[in-house]
């Protein structure tokens, strides 16, 4: 008979180690991370164009405020035309272009007769004198004009001009 040699009882391989990770964990860590970054961008994108918009939506009451103590309408009309014609060349260069009563109506300030909106801030620079209490009224209409500027909604520029053939004009 032969000696009994000593066996070893069955072992099994050492554990899976977790690095490096298999490939399809490093494609969900890239995807993941593109993921992270996209949405840091379009977060911060969002937030300074909240904060542009609304800083010049303030600029309509800063105006108002700046000419407290005055009793000069055209001043604040002039600076709200201003105020206008900028978030035109930023927004909406076409309609920068325009002047008097197509420039108001392309904007969508309506021109309801001899005191409308539209003709208010279309002749307010150039007329003599008008009060505080005159312009008062326009105050909602040109922060609603800029608002529509700010956030893109559809200005009708052919309609606008359909009404003026002459740059800005009655036909």
């Known amino acids: 008979m032969s000696p009994e040699l000593p066996l ?3 072992h099994l391989p050492p ?6 990770p298999a ?4 494609l ?9 970054v996209i949405g840091v961008v379009l977060l911060r994108r969002r937030l300074r164009y909240r904060r542009h918009r609304n800083a010049l939506l303030a600029e309509v009451d800063h105006i108002w405020l700046k000419h407290a ?4 309408g055209s001043a604040i009309v002039s600076d709200w035309s201003t105020l206008l014609r900028r978030a035109c060349l930023r927004y909406r260069p ?6 008097g009563l197509s420039w108001s109506r392309a904007l969508g300030l309506e021109d309801e007769g001899e ?3 539209g003709r208010l801030l279309a002749e307010a620079p150039y007329r003599p004198a008008f ?3 005159q312009v008062e009224p326009l105050r909602e209409p040109v922060r609603e004009a800029l608002r529509r500027l700010i956030d893109g909604e559809r200005i009708d520029i052919d309609d606008a001009s359909a009404a003026f053939d002459h740059g800005g004009q009655h036909a």
Do not use: K, N, Y
Not at 15 to 20: K, L, N, R, T, V
Not at 28 to 36: D, G, K, Q, R
């Open 8 to 10: 070893r009882d069955i």
């Open 15 to 20: 554990e899976p180690s977790w690095w490096p």
């Open 23 to 26: 490939p399809g964990w490093w």
């Open 28 to 36: 969900l860590a890239t995807a993941l991370l593109a993921a992270i």
């Open 69 to 72: 103590g005055e009793d000069d």
């Open 94 to 99: 076409a309609l920068a272009t325009r002047e």
């Open 115 to 117: 005191s409308g909106h």
């Open 131 to 133: 009060s505080r209490q």
